[in-house]
């Protein structure tokens, strides 16, 4: 405890005033004459005995008066955490404005409560001092130094933003503005509902020499059901097919939701509904079914009702119904099977076929396919070679079925450059298929059930292979001797299929067997790059569009629907794939679109973080424990639903001053004294 006017206690000599008057009783005695006074022997020594003992507690209810009434005078304080030096301060406030400030209680929603209070935060303070506003957006304004007005100007004006940040960025971002302030009294303040799924302050990055207050702003009980994500069954959203999308709803609350209804909008227009059950605190995947109507971009809607929280019962997607794998088969000199590729993939929608003979490839096509397939060539010269290496390495799928006569020296040396084992020799053997490798995923989806009797293909003969001590390979389809007749093989972001048997019928039956179809459509289907039907608001999100040529030297335009948000986004040409970045420049869940000019390059979609959707709080016993067990001696905790939040910051800046219970106190023991005077007979 100190005292702000120590000086004042040299009154506390005053004391002895009492003492003397106790010790020098100058009160005169009547006598009074009795006839006999053998019977008051007794009762005068029971009558002393009374008349010490109030004057005793006479005597300390002036000591304490006196006592009490001199510390008043001297203002005893007990010291806040707060060591205030003379000179400007410089406050820091963080207003959380995420999702979970729109919650309500008493006295309005969280972010309201929190304007209030920074108000209040301000006003206890000099008007020269000066004041930085923080949100959630980080915005360059908020970069500087304001004034009482300026702070509260501009407080006026924070709105919820779909925004979300950490504590620990919030405060290292706050202490890294302050340190540069040249000032000696440095504050921060945290205004936030503190919410459990995001980290709190680290030790280590705490500055000591700033003091930190938490204010908890506390909302009624809250319930939230909302959807988490989607995703689509099948990676291929084509016209006219039917498609399966699931929903992942969660329930955040207490009581089991029961007959939900899911919606589902295509282009702004009902398609389909699913009813759903989820328990309380659990999850439940729903799904629906629907048919593509119509080609090209569809924008997608997801939808379930709930109450209060609202923002994230809608979730965005979208999805080109007008997919296509962009294929080429090179064929060799000697290649009589050509016209299987052709008949598998020119007369599909779902290709953009191409063929070539290996005597005049387009190396001009390699950057715009998703699948090439190498049929029979006699020789793999090595540029030939170098131009797959960069196509498989850039996510290309490369396909090979080897010539019966090929040049193994040419094979050899373009298959070590894509990191295939070498061919060994020709193996002659007639054999069986023996099995089919269903947890590789090639064949995901094509049987009903997996079942190794089935009629396999049958071989002639077929290449060996060395075998590699690090060895990337996975088996697709073994043979009876144990070698791989189909094996896939991953380099760079792409894959390799290499197939030990030429497709030509004097080697094997493949070609003309029921397992040919299935086998280059999982290829193909595979080979597309798994494209996003969604990507997240306020985040800085990477988006891959096909380079056409010239996109690269064009600024690109994201558009919403509406045409009311216009961002041009930062793009950058990389192994022949264009991406763009959005810097965090799109802020509002909805549909999109990318424009060149005024063509629509592509459809997207963007939602809110659902990190705000999860309604777990840390309370204020949580909060002390946290600073508590971390040894966060220069954090504060502030209640303002617990006192006036004016008194409750004098307390941390100056201490708890004692002078009022002094005085109080002092009135008290006169108070006494008057009553022992009065009632003790």
């Known amino acids: 405890m100190n005292f702000l006017f120590p000086t004042f206690l040299i009154g506390l000599a005053a004391i002895a005033i009492p003492i003397i008057i106790h010790l020098f009783n100058f009160r005169r005695y009547k006598k009074v004459y009795f006839t006999n006074v053998r019977f008051l022997k007794e009762l005068k020594q029971e009558s002393d005995s009374k008349s010490r003992l109030k004057e005793y507690l006479i005597l300390a209810m ?50 309201e409560n929190a304007k209030t209070a920074a108000t209040e935060i301000v006003n206890s303070f000099n008007a020269g ?74 030790k280590s990055e705490l500055d000591t020499g700033i003091v930190v207050s938490l204010i908890p702003l506390v909302s009624s009980e809250v319930n939230n059901v909302y959807i988490d994500s989607i995703w689509f069954e099948t990676p291929v959203q084509q016209f006219g097919t039917q498609q399966i999308i699931h929903a992942l709803i969660v329930n955040k609350s207490t009581k089991d939701i029961e007959n939900g209804s899911l919606k589902l909008l295509i282009n702004d227009r009902q398609v389909a509904m699913s009813s759903f059950n989820v328990g309380a605190e659990a999850k439940k995947d729903v799904s629906i079914i629907f048919t593509v109507r119509e080609k090209g971009i569809n924008k997608g809607l997801l939808k379930i009702e709930d109450y209060p929280v609202t923002y994230d019962d809608a979730f965005f997607f979208s999805f080109n119904a007008q997919t296509v794998i962009r294929s080429l088969v090179i064929n060799g000199k000697e290649s009589r099977t050509s016209g299987n590729f052709r008949s598998l993939m020119q007369n599909d929608s779902l290709f953009v076929y191409a063929e070539n003979p290996e005597t005049a490839i387009d190396y001009g096509l390699f950057p715009k396919l998703n699948m ?26 490369l396909v090979i079925f080897p ?33 089919i490798n269903f947890d590789q995923g090639l064949y995901e989806g094509v049987f009903e059930k997996a079942d190794q009797r089935m009629d396999l293909p049958k071989v002639k003969e077929h290449y060996s292979f ?101 961002v041009i986004p930062e793009h950058r040409l990389v192994n022949n794939t264009l991406t763009m970045f959005t810097q965090n ?47 966060l001696r220069n954090v504060t905790l502030i209640e303002p639903g617990g006192k006036n939040l004016t008194d409750a910051l004098q307390e ?30």
């Not at 090439?372 to 799928?397: A, R």
């Not at 450059?417 to 020799?425: D, E, K």
């Not at 869940?589 to 840390?618: P, Q, W």
């Open 62 to 111: 002036r000591i304490l008066a006196i006592a009490f009434l001199v510390l008043a005078f001297a203002q005893p304080f007990i010291p806040g955490k707060a060591k205030v030096q003379q000179g400007q301060k410089v406050i820091s406030v963080y207003v959380d404005n995420s999702f979970s400030m729109e919650s309500t209680n008493k006295q309005g929603t969280l972010l």
């Open 372 to 397: 090439i397939v190498l049929n029979e060539l006699s020789t793999l010269s090595s540029g030939l070679g170098s131009e797959l290496q960069k196509f498989v390495n850039g996510g290309g799928s």
């Open 466 to 566: 060395a075998q590699a001590t690090r060895s990337n390979a996975r088996a697709i389809l073994s043979l009876q001797n144990g070698n791989p007749l189909l094996a896939q093989y991953s380099l760079g972001s792409g894959k390799i299929y290499l197939f030990a048997s030429p497709s030509d019928e004097l080697s094997s039956n493949f070609i003309r067997h029921a397992l040919f179809v299935p086998t280059l459509i999982r290829i193909s289907v595979l080979s597309l790059r798994p494209e996003a039907i969604y990507y997240k608001a306020s985040a800085n999100e990477a988006v891959e569009l096909p380079n056409q040529g010239g996109l690269s030297e064009r600024p690109l335009h994201i558009v919403n629907t509406a045409k009311t948000v216009d």
């Open 403 to 435: 010539a019966r006569k090929s040049d193994l020296l040419s094979y050899n040396e373009a298959f070590r450059n894509l990191q295939l084992p070498a061919i060994t020799g020709l193996d002659t053997s007639s054999m069986r298929t023996q099995a």
């Open 585 to 631: 420049q799109i802020t509002e869940a909805g549909h999109y679109n990318v424009m060149d000019l005024e063509t629509v390059l592509k459809g997207l979609a963007f939602n809110y973080d659902r990190k705000e959707s999860d309604m777990n709080f840390y309370n204020r016993e949580e909060l002390q424990k946290m600073i508590d067990e971390t040894g």
């Open 129 to 202: 001092d000066k004041f930085q506003l923080l949100t959630n957006d980080f915005e360059g304004r908020h970069q500087r130094f304001l004034s009482k007005e300026e702070f509260i100007e501009q407080l006026d004006e924070v709105k919820i933003s779909s925004a979300t940040k950490n504590i620990h960025d919030v405060l290292k971002r706050q202490q890294d503005f302050l340190q540069n302030s040249g000032s000696a009294n440095k504050r921060i303040f945290l205004l936030s509902d503190f919410q459990k799924n995001q980290s709190l302050i680290r």
């Open 652 to 681: 941390v800046n100056d201490g708890k001053k004692l002078w009022k219970l002094c005085l109080i106190l002092a009135l008290v023991c006169l108070a006494a004294e008057i009553l022992i005077i009065r009632l003790v007979k």
